[in-house]
Nanobody, 122 residues
Framework: QVQLVESGGGLVQPGGSLRLSCAAS????????MGWYRQTPGKERELVAG???????NYADSVKGRFTISRDNAKKTSYLQMNSLKPEDTAVYYC????????????????WGQGTLVTVSS
């Protein structure tokens, strides 16, 4: 069994910062792309940031210059550093990864974390 476990969500005031972590575990041979998405009630899940194995990143326009995605390949972990948070950043944040399992070499599986709530409010 493979899974992504997120941590780091919580309540923060506008202008504050939070750092989310997402660790992959299980019978994993390799982790390909990793990303962070967010969702609010009544809206579709949207991409916040993504990162490739070589460190190439992409961001939603709404978070450029404020959020930074990074990863530690040895730890199979991605991070989302969120600065200058705004009330409109309030959402459940989900991490995502494409992983190759030891028992299915050559095939990638897309998996999701359970979600972590970020609330930006005074």
């Amino acid at each position: 069994q493979v899974q992504l476990v997120e941590s780091g969500g919580g309540l923060v005031q506008p202008g504050g910062s939070l750092r989310l972590s997402c660790a992959a575990s299980g019978n994993i041979f390799s982790v390909n792309t990793m990303g962070w998405y967010r969702q609010t009630p009544g809206k579709e899940r949207e991409l916040v940031a993504g990162i490739t194995t070589t460190g190439t990143t992409n961001y939603a326009d709404s978070v450029k210059g404020r959020f930074t995605i990074s990863r530690d390949n040895a730890k199979k972990t991605s991070y989302l550093q969120m600065n200058s948070l705004k009330p409109e950043d309030t959402a459940v944040y989900y991490c995502n990864a494409r992983i190759m399992r030891l028992e299915f070499l050559g095939t990638y599986l897309e998996i999701w974390g359970q979600g972590t709530l970020v609330t930006v409010s005074s």
